[in-house]
Structure formats: C-alpha cells, structure tokens
C-alpha cells in the first residue's frame, strides 16, 4: 500500500530566508506523527506546502503514492488531506452546524448555502466531536476555544480526510479542554486516521504519537520515539533550552 504522506527534499525560500531545507520525512498508514521544533523552526510552513497554500521552490509532496505538489489547495483536500490552523478559522456568522457544512462541500460554498441542507450528517459530527443540541445553532464567538477547536476538527473530518493536520491543536485550552481533544485524536486514531500533528505541548502530544520528527531552521535535527528524540542533543539545545 503507498504511503498516505511522503515528503521529499522539500526546500521553501522566503527571499533570503530558507525556511524548510531539504526536508525529508514519511507518514505511514494508522500513523500518528509528532511534528516538534522552536517557534520558527518551520513546522507550520511544512503544512502550508502540504496544502498547497505555499509552493515549494523545490521536493516532492505524495499523497498515496501521487505527486501533488502542482495540485490546487481543493484538489489536495479531494484527494484526502486537511488540516486545521493555530488561530481557527471558522466563518463568523455560520453557526456550528452550517461551518460544518461548509467543510462538506468546501469547492462549491454558494450552492451549498442555497441547497437543503442534508442536516443529518452535520448533526451527526457535531456530535461525534463533543457538541451538544444545546450547540448547534451557535454562532463561534459564542464558543469556548476549546470548542473552537473541536468544531475545525469537525470541519476537517467533514472534508472527507484520511491524512489530517493539526497545527497547535491544544494552543490556548484549559486542562479539561486538552483532555477532550486528545480523546477525540484517540478515538479516530483506533478508525484509522492518519496524523501529523504540530505541537508544543508535549505532555499532551506524547501519547498521542507513534513517534517523533524535530526541526529547526526547516530541517531534520531527530526522529525517533519520544525518548530518542528528546534525548538528541540537538534537540535538548535548540528546542529544550538545555545542554
């Protein structure tokens, strides 16, 4: 079986500035994978040419085996890859139910909006991810972040993906919030969902993950497990603070 996500030699320059460097990594089927690394290492511009929303000067970026690295943002997220943002991103005067729509119908918005909507299948996520009834009909600047986050999660899964990003995902939520996303993670990891996750909280992320990839001016300083990984001098440096 090809592999859901396969980056290789992926160079991105911003001007003088190179910020993914020859960066090369695979995601395998089920995996879940830590992506860690100090602010500005280049961890969320990996994600933005994942998608498609920064090109690459240079590498390839597969999906199952398909080179798509010329495909569109809606094409990439056709073929089964998605991902949320560290500041959500909801549509502010759609409530909970009607963003959820949008993220099952993301290429044809007007339509959509003016179509009957088949209700049951929001219905059906919103509840899978946390919302009560009480919810739905919310509008996001009436929710909590974790709600928030739970709702790009839904938005996400609503796409259709099997490879899901998630940038920060637990950035901002309070102790009982975390649990509830990382419950949420765990529960579509056992349905097959496969993972790449950007995270600074690694109390939180360290069960989550099969393993880990650290990087730090956009290239591989270590991959291992957890401990291999935070055992790298490199990484005890650069990210850790410590020798």
Same mark, same amino acid.
């Given at each position: 079986?090809?592999?859901? *996500?396969?980056?290789?030699?992926?160079?991105?320059?911003?001007?003088?500035?190179?910020?993914?460097?020859?960066?090369?990594?695979?995601?395998?089927?089920? =995996?879940?994978?830590?992506? &860690?690394?100090?602010?500005?290492?280049?961890?969320?511009?990996?994600?933005?040419?994942?998608?498609?929303?920064?090109?690459?000067?240079?590498?390839?970026?597969?999906?199952?085996?398909?080179? &798509?690295?010329?495909?569109?943002?809606?094409?990439?997220?056709? =073929?089964?890859?998605?991902?949320?943002?560290?500041?959500?991103?909801? $549509?502010?005067?759609?409530?909970?139910?009607?963003?959820?729509?949008?993220?099952?119908?993301?290429?044809?918005?007007?339509?959509?909006?003016?179509?009957?909507?088949?209700?049951?299948?929001? !219905?059906?996520?919103? *509840?899978? !991810?946390? $919302?009560?009834?009480?919810?739905?009909?919310?509008?996001?600047?009436? *929710?909590?972040?974790?709600? *928030?986050?739970?709702?790009?999660?839904?938005?996400?899964?609503?796409?259709?993906?099997?490879?899901?990003?998630?940038?920060?995902? $637990?950035?901002?939520?309070?102790?009982?919030? &975390?649990? =509830?996303?990382?419950?949420?993670?765990? =529960?579509?990891?056992?349905?097959?969902?496969?993972?790449?996750?950007?995270?600074?909280?690694?109390?939180?992320?360290?069960?989550?993950?099969?393993?880990?990839?650290?990087?730090?001016?956009?290239?591989?300083?270590?991959?291992?497990? $957890?401990?291999?990984?935070?055992?790298?001098?490199?990484?005890?440096?650069?990210?850790?603070?410590?020798?």
């Amino acid at each position: 079986m090809s592999r859901p *996500l396969e980056i290789s030699h992926l160079v991105k320059r911003f001007g003088g500035l190179t910020a993914t460097d020859d960066l090369s990594f695979v995601v395998e089927q089920g =995996q879940s994978v830590g992506l &860690i690394g100090p602010n500005g290492a280049g961890k969320t511009t990996v994600f933005a040419q994942i998608m498609g929303e920064y090109r690459q000067n240079s590498g390839t970026i597969s999906l199952y085996g398909k080179d &798509i690295s010329r495909d569109s943002t809606p094409e990439r997220i056709r =073929q089964g890859v998605s991902r949320t943002y560290q500041v959500p991103r909801p $549509f502010a005067e759609m409530s909970v139910l009607e963003n959820i729509r949008v993220g099952r119908m993301p290429n044809n918005l007007w339509q959509m909006i003016r179509r009957n909507p088949q209700r049951e299948k929001e !219905v059906e996520l919103a *509840l899978s !991810v946390g $919302f009560s009834a009480a919810d739905f009909h919310k509008i996001p600047g009436e *929710l909590s972040m974790g709600d *928030l986050r739970k709702l790009e999660m839904a938005r996400t899964i609503a796409t259709g993906t099997s490879v899901m990003l998630l940038d920060e995902v $637990f950035a901002g939520l309070t102790v009982a919030e &975390i649990a =509830q996303i990382a419950a949420l993670i765990q =529960q579509m990891r056992n349905d097959g969902m496969t993972f790449l996750i950007v995270s600074h909280d690694l109390k939180a992320l360290e069960p989550l993950v099969d393993r880990v990839i650290a990087i730090n001016y956009g290239t591989m300083i270590a991959e291992g497990s $957890f401990a291999e990984v935070l055992s790298n001098k490199s990484v005890r440096s650069s990210y850790l603070g410590v020798a």
